[in-house]
């Protein structure tokens, strides 16, 4: 049974950083794309960035060079650098796994089969 489990949400200020990590276990980590999506209140879920098996990484257009995912195959952990946050950034940020996603349907919540459970970021004014 694979599992994700993410952490290192909380409150910072605007302009703040913080890392998210997302742990996962159970099936090949190496060969799976992992992306964030985030949601915030009374809106849709939303992409944020996904690496894939290849290390090729892709970015929503409003990340604006602030944030930076990677991968330890060796600690089956993807992270989420944030850098330069924003008030509007403040949502449940969640990661997705799955070793199925076609290169044109990574972006969509839709093409992850695994997901974890969310952690709060929020960013304050």
């Known amino acids: 049974q694979v599992q994700l489990v993410e952490s290192g949400g909380g409150l910072v200020q605007a302009g703040g950083s913080l890392r998210l990590s997302c742990e996962v276990s159970g099936g090949t980590f190496g060969r799976y794309t992992t992306a964030w999506f985030r949601q915030a209140p009374g809106k849709e879920r939303e992409f944020v960035a996904v690496?894939?098996?290849?290390?090729?990484?892709s970015y929503a257009n409003f990340v604006e060079g602030r944030f930076t995912i990677s991968r330890d195959n060796t600690r089956n952990t993807v992270y989420l650098q944030m850098n330069s946050l924003k008030p509007e950034d403040t949502a449940v940020y969640s990661c997705?796994?799955?070793?199925?996603?076609?290169?044109?349907?990574?972006?969509?919540?839709?093409?992850?089969?695994?997901w974890g459970q969310g952690t709060q970021v929020t960013v304050s004014s």
């Open positions: 997705a796994a799955s070793s199925t996603v076609i290169f044109s349907a990574r972006h969509s919540s839709t093409a992850y089969g695994y």
């Open positions: 690496t894939n098996r290849y290390r090729q990484h």
